[in-house]
């Protein structure tokens, strides 16, 4: 009997009713998508409202259909499974323990001279939110060298690689030997990018030490102990401000946001660029009161971890996920060079799936 919808009985799928037209712009043989590129060679969207599934059939783990339209092809279980409930190769974030956390460090002779060792590298950055990488060149430019071995840099107006040093009337205070507080980079950007290396080419005054601090990790923990803090700081739209000579640029954001799941997506945090909007006093006074406690948190020992980039490391962080800082250092007592640059999520996501998949 022809049917719109059908159910399996066993397997993975059976507590889910499969749709024909779900099913039939799901085909993949070579009348269908382009195996170069697996892109469709219809339009889907003028598919026969009213097809249905003449028959169907299971053989161990494959459905094979036959539609209304003439149009057949068989289906791994699986794939199906995967599809539905949104299962991707990108591993899950963890939560970080910080009181049994050690540096998530990986070796640049090895990562790409072993797909495995790679593999290995991007499911912990995406499990963790950071890696740091040993061994590599304390050279200028080795940062671009390194990234594009991952895929194409993003350039702002900072440019394709940026220097991080002390110097005069800078336009950004990355760029001084003051302290810097947990923070985000680039708030104010439409996107902010996504990943951020920083290379150390020379690191040899006092001070200047590095931090990170899980957003993710201290959104849970602001979700289950602070609730009105939390939601506060998940629906208050926010203004982010950079001005120098050459742009102004700006965006509104939440501190905390959250996906259409109400699951943590991005933390921005940045308090010498937020301008929060004139609320009314009950809710002001909330909205700072919890802001000041999420800058204690991020800048507590309960939440950082603080190291020291050496001469040839470089740190990747998922600027969306993480904040990171640094100790104020003395110019007067050697040089510190770190040289950075930015990667979109595509870069990483695109190189862990095609590896998993080759």
């Not at 890696?131 to 594009?148: D, G, L, M, P």
Request: glycine share 4%.
């Amino acid at each position: 009997m022809r049917k719109k919808i059908i159910c399996i009985n066993d397997g993975k799928l059976s507590e889910f009713k499969l749709h024909s037209i779900w099913l039939r712009e799901r085909l993949n043989g070579s009348e269908f998508i382009d195996q170069n590129n697996l892109q469709r060679l219809y339009e889907p969207s003028l598919l026969d409202d009213n097809l249905l599934i003449n028959t169907h059939s299971v053989d161990e783990n494959i459905l094979n259909v036959e539609f209304s339209d003439g149009a057949k092809g068989s289906y791994n279980i699986d794939d199906l499974y995967n599809d539905i409930k949104n299962i991707d190769v990108i591993p899950e974030k963890k939560l970080w323990d910080i009181n049994n956390h050690n540096l998530e460090i990986f070796d640049n002779n090895k990562i790409f001279e072993n797909d495995d060792e790679l593999i290995k590298m991007l499911k912990v950055f995406y499990q963790y939110g950071y890696v740091i990488i040993k061994n590599t060149k304390a050279e200028e430019n080795e940062v671009i060298n390194f990234a594009e071995k991952l895929g194409p840099v993003r350039s702002t107006n900072f440019g394709k690689l940026f220097n991080v040093v002390s110097k005069p009337n800078p336009n950004d205070l990355a760029y001084t030997a003051l302290e810097l507080t947990s923070h985000s980079d680039n708030p104010y950007r439409k996107p902010v990018p996504g990943i951020q290396l920083l290379h150390c080419i020379a690191n040899e005054s006092t001070g200047g030490d590095s931090s990170l601090v899980d957003g993710f990790s201290l959104a849970n923990f602001l979700k289950q102990n602070q609730p009105e803090f939390y939601e506060v700081l998940t629906k208050t739209n926010v203004t982010f401000k950079f001005t120098d000579i050459d742009t102004i640029l700006v965006d509104e954001a939440k501190l905390i946001e959250l996906d259409h799941y109400n699951n943590f997506r991005q933390i921005r945090f940045s308090g010498r660029l937020d301008y929060v909007p004139l609320l009314d006093e009950n809710n002001l006074d909330l909205y700072y009161k919890a802001r000041k406690y999420m800058f204690k948190l991020c800048n507590s020992d309960d939440f950082k971890i603080k190291f020291r980039l050496s001469k040839g490391m470089i740190a990747m962080f998922d600027n969306l996920r993480l904040l990171h800082g640094r100790t104020k250092f003395d110019p007067n007592t050697g040089f510190r060079h770190l040289q950075g640059c930015y990667i979109d999520h595509d870069v990483t996501e695109g190189k862990l799936r095609k590896l998993l998949k080759s």
